[in-house]
Structures are given as structure tokens and as C-alpha cells.
């Protein structure tokens, strides 16, 4: 989502130091009318600047040249400078009696960057532009002076996802992370400024100020995300122990050990953060064809609009309202030829009213029709939160904004393929395991990446990990969690955590970690509430009108109220709880771990 929250680190900002010092202790204290008046301006100032930087942003990311490159820092670092000078005034009126929306739109207002000194403000914003153009036009070159055989990520990612050749993979792989070196000791100095923001608003450190946006202390996010981990690793080491027999069985056991990490290529994905591309290759042993949603999308010749189709109708099934014209009109839906594109998909609120858009490349794949529903899921919940005011205009937490379209594609199953014309038959018995192995190697194996990306950047932002050790810092992590290492030996100045786009936009990750837990939970919740009662990842949601209004509730809220009313309003629990991915996936933990077993056995023979 692009969504880059007023009050998100994205937004950085400024207050002038002459304020700072006239603010004298002894000061007579505000009146609540004051405090209400100055919640009111701020507010509607906050929202004009936001809606000014999106269409910089916007113009800048469909075409990036150094011209709307130079545009789009201007604005970011006007928004900074309003909402870092809103946010220290805010100050003034902690602890005023005022309404409870107030007393809310006053918090949020102080979780951001401030930085007093223009020239790092205006430096901290070109970085972040210049960072994020990097990444959207970068290639790797397979021959050296032939740019016919440079590659944008987009055919890197294809090559990743279906091609066997461990040579092939490893060179695409390394020729994608050889890209962000170039941006490395722009990241660090961007870290060190966006540190000075976060400590001339009073927290330890930018890691600290996201960690603060889930109302609840740092420490306390920190060991609420643990908790959630700690419930769903022995069904990531499940998957993990089957997942390398397999991949054992395809490429032997010199290129797949039977011990330690596996190499970071052979996953279908290029930041292993997603395994379902090899589904083909781990599928279970003996079942007879199975089916392939992108082959059909791609037989079919089904058209982005169409695809964007399908997953709109899911939610007018809901009872939701169908998308603006202008969606159709201003939304980026293909990758253009003519001109460089960030591609990394995308929604955004331009005007926080009618004018919403998605800016996606998108290609007729299974994996682009999970993204699709995933997008629209932003775009809905910015329709459902229009009424609000300005400031609550935002997702309950950003793990719900990440978690409503995916809760939608959960309700993608073999039944509502058929319904809706895209699957002829269903699966037989023997082959329901597939369709959920299939799953977990989207959902499953996602979760330690979901974990471990802020916990890098929480490292590298609390100055425990300097540029000299991002690297080895990164790969211990991507080893403990994921149990995978690099593809070949660490190169010096090496970035490869920057290869990721998150890390290059500077958009926080912990986020997708909480969506992959909450959109079970709100699956579960929703299926109830449609009278379902099988298990779990047969249900559809499709068509529910019950379950869509109970959704609904949920969206129009807003951040209007602490996220955990938004939870209860939608499943009755006020604690993000593993328990619904559990149970989704219990009959596929039952089968790997005696598959697991199995393999056991014979490798001792
Ligand atoms: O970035 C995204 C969305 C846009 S908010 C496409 N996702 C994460 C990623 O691609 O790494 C969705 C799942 C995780
Ligand atoms: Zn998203």
C-alpha cells in the first residue's frame, strides 16, 4: 500500500527552534477551547499537505525522472516541516482535558520525525526519493555491454519463479542484490537522519518510533511480535523440514544440504518470502495433475482490467460499493514500455475521498491475483473511512490495512474458482492437501520474513548494526528465522537487505507480519458470522452479506478507536492470537509432519 500515513516516519518534519525556546515552562497551560481549536487547524492542515506530497509522490513513481524525482522531495519535505512543527506545538496540550477523538489526534500527531535543521530536512527527503527511484529503475545486465540483456526486477522475478537451474537462479539472484550497494551509503546517512528526527521528538530512535504505533510501549510490540512467533514456528518447521526433502529430491543433496541453511536462491522467490512457486516441485508425491490458476489466467489471455475485475466483483459480492470511475481511469495497471515505473504494487487514498487508485504491474499470474485482492483491500477500507475525519482516516493499525485484502483472498478457494468460471472441476480428497500445502507455502512459509525485516531495522536504527556489519547482521537473522544463507560468500560493502523494497521506500515490514496472523483471525471470524461451520480453509466468504456488513463495520472505523475495539468488533477478541492460522492449517500439519517422519525413517535405512 502506499498509504504513507501522516503519521508514519515517511512523514518527517521540522518545528522552527524559536518556538521550541519560547515555550517556557511557565507558560500559563492552554484552555481545552485552545486545544480543541488547535486539534481543528492542524488537522485540516495536515491533510492538505498529505494530499499535496501523494500527487508529487504519484506523478513521481509513474514517471521517475530527476525532474518529478526533485518535485516529489519538495513536497515530502514540506509535509515534514508542517507535521514536525504541528507535532511539537501538539505538545503544548498533553495532559489539556479534551475530547477523547482530540486526546487521540494529539497523540498521533506527536508520532513522527522532527527535525529542526532545514538542510537535514531537506536532505532526508531527497534520500528517500532518490532511494526509492533507484530501486524502481534498476536491472541486472547478464552480459556486460549488451543493455538488450539487462532485466527490470519484474523478468528477474519471473526467471526466479520458474526456472530449476540452480546456476540460472544463483546469477539472477546475486545479479538483483548487486543493485543496492549503489544506495548503501545513501541508507546510512538517511538512518542517521531519520534518528535525529525520531530523538528530537523524545523517542530512543526511528525502530522505537514505529514500535510506538500500536498503542502500547515499544517493549511491549517487541514482545507481543515474539508471542505471535514463537506460536507458529513448529508449523514453519514443518513446512521447512519437508520443503528440503523436496527440494533435496530435485536438486540433490550437493546444492540442498541435509543439515544447516538452505541456499537463498532455490526458493521461487527472490527474497525467499514466498515459496509457492514451487509448489510444482513439493507438490505431494503420486498426485495426479493438479491445477494451476495461472495457467488458466495466462490461456485465457485475461486482460489486468479483467483480473481487477474479478477481485472488485468479490467485494461488491460483499455488499461493498464498486469502484469510482476515476479508479479506472487514473489507476496504473500495466507496466508501461514508454518510461520508468516504481512496479511495486501499490493503493492509494490521493485525495482521501473519492479519488483512489492502485498502481500495479500486473502480469496473469496466481501470484498477481492474490495481489490484486490484496490492493483492492486498501482501496476499500480507504472508501469504508471516508466519513471520518482527516486524522482517522487510516487503517486500526497498519497489520489490519495489510490484512483486508488478504482475508478477501483468503475466501479464494476451488469452490469460488468454479463459481465464478475460473476452475472446471474441484479437487478430489487426495488432492485438498495440495491446495492447502499450496497455501502454506504462501501464508507459512511467509511469517519468519514478515518477523525478521524490522528486526533488522530496529538493529540497525537503535545503532546496534553499523553499515560495516548490515550484512552479516541480515544474514544471521535470515538464518535463524528462515534457516536459509546466501547463495554465495558475503561481498565487502555488500546491502543486500536493500534489494527489498521496503527497505529501500522506507516503508515499515512488521506490518505483514501481523497482517498474516490477523487476516486468519478475521477469517475465522467472518466464516462464523456467514453461519460456516466446516473447516476452515474451505470457507468462502463470497456472496455473504453478513459477514460483508460485519466487515464493513470494521473498515468504517477507521483508527477512530484503539485497534483492539476494531478487533473485537469483527471477532469478539482483543489480542492478536496464531491460534486461527493454526487452525487453518491443522490437517496440513498432521500430513507434513508424518511425511516428515517418513523421510526420517528412510534416511536412517
Ligand atoms: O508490499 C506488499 C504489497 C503492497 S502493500 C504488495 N506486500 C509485501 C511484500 O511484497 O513484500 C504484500 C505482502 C508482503
Ligand atoms: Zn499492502
Known sequence: MKLKPLVLACSVLFAPVSWAQTAAPTAPAPTTAEAEQFVHDAEAKLEQAGIRAQRAEWVYENFITDDTESITAEQAEQMLTISGDLALQARRFNGVPVSEASARKLQQMQLTLMLVDPTERAAYARIAASMSGSYGKAKYCFKKDDPKSCLPLGELEKIMATSRDPAKLKETWLGWHSQSPAYKDDYAKYVELSNKGAVQMGFADTGALWRSNYEMTPEQFEAETERLWQQVKPLYDSLYTYTR?????????????????????????????????????LKPAGLSSSYDLSKVLEQRKVTPEQMTGYAERFYTSLGMEKLPATFWQRSLLTKPKDREVVCHASAWDIDTQTDVRIKMCITPTAEDFTTIHHELGHVYYFMAYRDKDAMFRNGANDGFHEAIGDTVALSVTPEYLKKVGLRDTLPTKEQEIGTLLNKALEKVAFLPFGYLVDKWRWEVYSGKVKPADYDKAWWELRQQYQGISRPAPMEANGFDAGAKFHVASDTPYARYFLADILQFQFHRALCKEAGYTGPLNRCSIFENKKAGEKFQAMLKMGSSKPWTEALKTITGEDKMDATAILDYFAPLKVWLDEQNAQFEKTAKK
Open 245 to 281: 526433502h523436496q527440494l533435496q529430491k530435485t536438486y540433490g543433496d550437493k546444492v540442498v544440504p541435509s543439515t544447516g541453511p538452505i541456499p537463498a536462491h532455490l526458493f521461487g522467490n527472490m527474497w525467499s518470502q514466498t515459496w509457492n512457486n514451487l509448489y510444482p516441485i
